[in-house]
């Protein structure tokens, strides 16, 4: 840089730099290489802090409740006694469902399967640096047995999938993220179809055909086929239904609220589950789950 | 050479190149990061605001030297892609941030910009900018088709801009006096 007058040398500078990240860039589209190593430093250095604070804030969380929120727990008893009944009475009325759908059977079969299915709580404590993220950052990673694409949910619904795993953390991507994608299908007509994310609140289901009837307000399960997630999990309910050829357009809102994770379940296995009727008896001889459980056995 | 050295000393003679405090630009870029990757857990509409990227254009615009402006901006770029997880490959903030740092120390080199109505007027501009690099690299390198212009980046750039006023007032205080 000798020649260069001292007032391009900053131009030079520039030009060097990006070259240089574009360079960086291609490297990572060629080789499928994520830049592991910085990415491990900058986690591991940042991670303590997030932790920390979700500690924090989970700590002056409590201490509000339980010393002065105190107040306001008469109203809430009462309001909780009245979730209390509904919630009885919504049960009552979906106990008699199952005893006459096969469909509602077999997911009651499977809820009993889930018992055995290693899975391990985690809380969320914090997100993508990226503006309008759509990855979370979890506590728990390779050390618990967390790995590359397995399936997170909460009680509600499914949340999306692991795709980084490091030391004491992994990074899950939501299933808003417009990358992201679960095989989908909607629950009444059990018509499948992938579920894919956005970049916004709602999910699009992408193929569903013109001449199939859809409703706004049914429920959209996980169809297993993503070799993800397990069968009739909660994705979402259908929102919204536009015409179109040759497939309609079908949003859907999310079952679980993604907007406000704070803990979710990890399943630690990376084989797909099955129904109880379609488990194949050599599950065991292929699979050796994480945690070494087996992935579905009732 | 000389001459050109010299009419810009001329035409910069009232522009002040700011000290700071040891290790405020390290500290303040670490708490960027933090936050930046924190508190959208517990208060969503965070997200909207790029704290690394005010960072990169405080910092720039104070120390008005481009080549230190560039290269802040490559690193906060590149740490606030590694914590971005793998769908943000290495280098897409990098880029960006490197060619705001390199932008606001040139400017802030040639202008006065501690009036808040230049630093809301700069940030909205670097920040549509920053967004327009990113959007360039994901269409051009990366071939992933993304929108160029919606009215939450307008919205979003209000946001930031209004929050810089603010947070470099507070990042006034790291300077040596």
Not at chain 1, 109 to 136: E, H, K, W, Y
Request: net charge positive; no cysteine.
């Amino acid at each position: 840089m000798a020649g260069v007058p001292s007032r391009h040398k900053s131009l030079v500078l520039l030009a060097g730099v990006i070259i240089l990240q574009v360079v960086l860039l291609a490297v990572q589209i060629k080789r499928d290489s994520q830049g592991r190593l910085l990415r491990v430093w900058t986690v591991g250095a940042v991670s303590p802090f997030q932790r920390a604070g979700a500690k924090g804030i989970g700590n002056i969380r409590d201490t509000w409740s339980h010393y002065f929120a105190l107040q306001n727990t008469t109203r809430d008893n009462e309001q909780l006694r009245r979730e209390n009944d509904a919630l009885k009475l919504q049960v009552n009325q979906l106990q008699s469902k199952a005893a006459e759908s096969d469909r509602l059977a077999a997911l009651l079969n499977f809820r009993q399967a889930q018992r055995n299915v290693p899975m391990l709580a985690a809380r969320v404590i914090g997100t993508g640096a990226d503006t309008g993220s759509q990855t979370v950052d979890l506590d728990r990673g390779e050390r618990d047995g967390v790995r590359r694409n397995m399936g997170v949910i909460t009680p509600d619904g499914v949340v999306g999938k692991v795709i980084e795993s490091y030391r004491d953390t992994a990074q899950v991507q939501l299933l808003t993220d417009k990358y992201s994608g679960v095989g989908g299908m909607l629950a009444e007509s059990r018509i499948q179809s992938p579920v894919g994310g956005t970049g916004e609140p709602l999910l699009s289901m992408k193929y569903i055909p013109t001449d199939e009837t859809v409703n706004v307000g049914e429920h959209v399960v996980t169809s297993g086929m993503d070799r993800i997630f397990p069968r009739d999990l909660p994705v979402g309910i259908v929102t919204e239904i536009k015409t179109g050829r040759p497939f309609q357009q079908v949003r859907v809102r999310p079952a679980a609220n993604l907007q406000r994770l704070e803990e979710v379940i990890v399943l630690l296995t990376l084989h797909p589950l099955e129904k109880k009727e379609t488990q194949a008896p050599a599950a065991d001889a292929t699979g050796k789950s994480v945690g070494g459980t087996a992935a579905v056995n009732p | 050479m000389m001459n050109d050295a010299f009419d810009l000393r001329l035409a910069e003679a009232h522009i002040e190149v700011h000290k700071f405090r040891s290790g405020a630009i390290v500290v303040s870029t670490f708490f960027a990061l933090v936050l930046q990757a924190f508190v959208p857990v517990y208060f969503p509409k965070f997200a909207v605001l790029d704290l690394p990227l005010l960072v990169v254009v405080y910092f720039g615009l104070s120390r008005r030297n481009p080549s230190t402006g560039l290269l802040l901006g490559m690193v906060i770029g590149l740490l606030q892609d590694s914590l971005s997880g793998p769908t943000v490959p290495l280098g897409l903030y990098g880029i960006a941030k490197t060619i705001i740092g390199y932008l606001a120390s040139s400017i802030g080199a040639r202008l006065d910009t501690e009036h808040p109505a230049a630093r809301f007027a700069l940030t909205m501009m670097f920040f549509v900018l920053h967004q327009g690099v990113i959007t360039l690299t994901r269409r051009l390198l990366l071939a992933e088709p993304e929108p160029w212009f919606t009215l939450r980046l307008v919205i979003a750039a209000a946001v930031n801009a209004v929050v810089a006023v603010v947070l470099f007032t507070l990042l006034d205080r790291l300077r040596k006096s």
